[in-house]
């Protein structure tokens, strides 16, 4: 009997790569970095830490310690209040609430 479901939203249930690429934009404008979604490209697919280690890297910059960087950028994502389902991927929320089972959202960022 399955007792619970645990969910690995991004890329797989939501598109969440517009939101990544708002929050790495609003971000790095911190540190006088003007990224566009085009080159938010460069850096899809990885983790905080190395996103941010990928532009101090390119573009150095001394007004902020790479650690509020990444903390900052990891408040962004983790507070995404607009999210959609990927293209031909619906919610299941209302089906495993129906029949009760506890569910966990997991995310490696």
Known sequence: ???????????????SEP?????????FEQVNIKLTPELCLQT???CIDEVVDYWYQKYPWTNL?????KAIFACFCRTKDIAWASPGR??????????SLSTINSSTS
Do not use: R
């Not at 009997?1 to 598109?15: E, P, S, T, W």
């Not at 310690?65 to 960087?69: D, G, V």
């Open 1 to 15: 009997m399955i007792k619970a479901v645990i969910f690995d939203l991004d890329g797989l249930l939501i598109d």
């Open 19 to 27: 939101l990544w690429q708002q929050a790495e934009i609003l971000v």
């Open 44 to 46: 899809k697919g990885l």
């Open 65 to 69: 310690a790479k650690s509020e960087a």
């Open 90 to 99: 619906a919610f299941p929320w209302d089906f495993i609430s129906s029949i």
